[in-house]
């Protein structure tokens, strides 16, 4: 089982680009998704987070408003649509799960201590 995001790529400042994360071998519908992202020499950043239904999200104040989170469970998959691009926001993007899901483990998770199951990345690379 594994989250594999997709979708990085080199775009201008101002630019778009719709990152996506599938996972195989399990199931993510009742799972709370992340996203996160990671310049080197620096802490993993939380990005934004989704509850299972997508009755909730939240994003860091770094991307609100120009950044959206969603997801489409029967495809299980979780999606950020990223509008308005600037060079700070280039890093390594990563998609990330709970150890559980379900019950009791259905809230929009900051921390990266919280998640469990990540993907390998995907680089974005913004120029000014």
């Known amino acids: 089982a594994q989250l594999v995001e997709s979708g990085g790529g080199l775009v201008q400042a101002g630019g778009s680009l719709r990152l996506s994360c599938t996972s195989s071998?399990?199931?993510?519908?009742?799972?709370?998704m992340g996203w996160f992202r990671q310049v080197p020499g620096k802490e993993r950043e939380f990005v934004s987070a989704?509850?299972?239904?997508?009755?909730?999200?939240r994003y860091a104040d770094s991307v609100k408003g120009r950044f959206t989170i969603s997801r489409v469970n029967y495809k299980n998959t979780a999606y950020l649509q990223m509008n308005g691009l600037k060079p700070e926001d280039t890093a390594v993007y990563y998609c990330?799960?709970?150890?559980?899901?379900?019950?009791?483990?259905?809230?929009?998770?900051?921390?990266?201590?919280?998640?469990?199951?990540w993907g390998q990345g995907t680089q974005v690379n913004v120029s000014s």
């Open positions: 989704i509850t299972w239904n997508s009755g909730s999200t």
């Open positions: 990330a799960t709970p150890p559980r899901g379900g019950s009791g483990w259905n809230a929009l998770y900051e921390s990266p201590s919280e998640y469990h199951y």
């Open positions: 071998g399990r199931s993510i519908a009742s799972y709370t």
